[in-house]
C-alpha cells in the first residue's frame, strides 16, 4: 500500500512538472509576443526610431537564442529559465527606456514604414508560435528550433536597422528570411508531432 502511494506520489510530481514547464514555455512565448508589439507601437508613434527598433530586435535576437538553445533538449531547467526571464526584463526595461528617451523617430518614412511591416511579421510569427504552444501543435523540441528561425529574423532586422535606415533592398532579404520562418512554422504545427 505504501509503495502504491509512493508511486502515485511521483507520477502526479511528473505530470505537475511537465505542465509546470508547459504553463513556462507558454509565458515566455507570450512574453515573446508582447515585448515585439511594443515595438512596433514605438514605431508607429514616434516613440521609436528605426535605429532604436533595431538595437531592440538585437536584444529579441538574444532571447530568441537563448530560447532555442536552452529548448534543444525539449527541457527547461529552473536556472535556464531564470536566465531567461533576466533576459527578458533587461529587453522590457531597455523597450521602456528607448520609448521615453526623448529621441523620436518619423513613423511616416518609408525606413519606418519598412521597419514597422517588418516587426508585425514578428508579432504575427511569435503569436502562432504562442499558439502552436497553447494547443499542443507545437512540442518544445520544435519551439526551440522555431526560436532559433526568429533569431534569424531579428537579426536581419537589427543588422539592416543598424544604420538608422531600412532600405527596400534589406526589407526584400528580411522578408525572403520571414517567408522561410513562416513556412517552417506552418509546417511544425502540421506535422504529426504533438505533445
Request: net charge positive.
Amino acid at each position: 500500500m505504501k509503495t502504491t502511494a509512493v508511486c502515485l506520489g511521483v507520477i502526479a510530481a511528473g505530470f505537475l512538472s511537465t505542465a509546470a514547464l508547459a504553463q513556462t514555455v507558454q509565458q515566455d512565448q507570450q512574453r515573446d509576443v508582447n515585448q515585439q508589439q511594443r515595438i512596433e507601437q514605438g514605431l508607429q508613434s514616434g516613440a521609436l526610431s528605426t535605429r532604436e527598433a533595431g538595437h531592440l530586435e538585437r536584444e529579441q535576437q538574444h532571447v530568441d537564442k537563448m530560447e532555442a538553445r536552452d529548448l534543444r533538449d525539449g527541457t527547461l531547467s529552473s536556472a535556464e529559465q531564470a536566465r531567461l526571464n533576466a533576459a527578458q526584463n533587461k529587453a522590457s526595461r531597455d523597450i521602456a527606456a528607448d520609448k521615453h528617451n526623448g529621441v523620436v523617430g518619423n513613423p511616416n518614412s518609408a525606413s519606418s514604414q519598412r521597419m514597422q511591416a517588418d516587426v508585425q511579421r514578428n508579432v504575427n510569427q511569435q503569436q502562432r508560435i504562442a499558439n502552436g504552444v497553447n494547443s499542443g501543435a507545437l512540442t518544445n523540441h520544435e519551439v526551440g528550433s522555431l526560436e532559433r528561425g526568429q533569431a534569424h529574423v531579428d537579426r536581419k532586422e537589427a543588422n539592416a536597422a543598424a544604420n538608422g535606415h531600412v532600405g527596400a533592398a534589406e526589407q526584400r532579404g528580411i522578408q525572403r528570411s520571414e517567408n522561410r520562418q513562416s513556412a517552417r512554422v506552418y509546417r511544425k504545427k502540421h506535422n504529426a508531432r504533438v505533445k
